[in-house]
């Protein structure tokens, strides 16, 4: 049981763009730097999600979800993969993350090995855990839910059709999301394992 005390309320604001690996001979708005990012992403989703991964492609090991938050974000930020120093306001302390994030990889190898879960509660479990890791500077809840649907592809479902604006507040399913995410907080993972049945 991860032991953290901050709540899981709202995305990590965007407010240092140090690290930006875009061309410098001009300013970006928020915008501009969401674009290049979906833009990166939409690379990752064709790797892991157009046919079933395999697990040597998607191992699940520590390592590779380090690489896979690379996939999503390396042409777009520095920090990409690379766990974060900084203390969050949502997540546990910044040194635990590494110890971590070992602990679910450990974990998701013996649900696999022992069908502890179906497929949706395992990847509900495994989308939760990362959320409260939150191991990078930013993009943690895109990579968490990567992480579930890429568990769900490689496991003969379809993935999520997650709405990666969620967390925006003019999004309808965002108070539905954050309460499900509380609620597993406490042990209650009905209404996000709900979520992660709606699929393409």
Known sequence: MIDSTKPIDDATPLDDVSGLKLPNDKSYSLKEIYLHEANNIALAILKYLSAPPSKTLAPFSYEWMQQLHYDMFGNVWDWAGKFRKVELSIGIKAYLVPTTLKELADDIA???????????????????RAVQIH???????RWSRMLANIYLRQNGSM???WQEDLLSSENPKRDEYIQALKMADNGDYKALIEMHKVTY
């Open 110 to 128: 013996y649900w696999d090995k022992h069908k502890t879960f179906d497929i949706y509660e395992t990847a509900t479990r495994v989308h939760h």
């Open 135 to 141: 191991p990078f500077q930013n993009g943690n809840g």
């Open 159 to 161: 993935p999520v059709k």
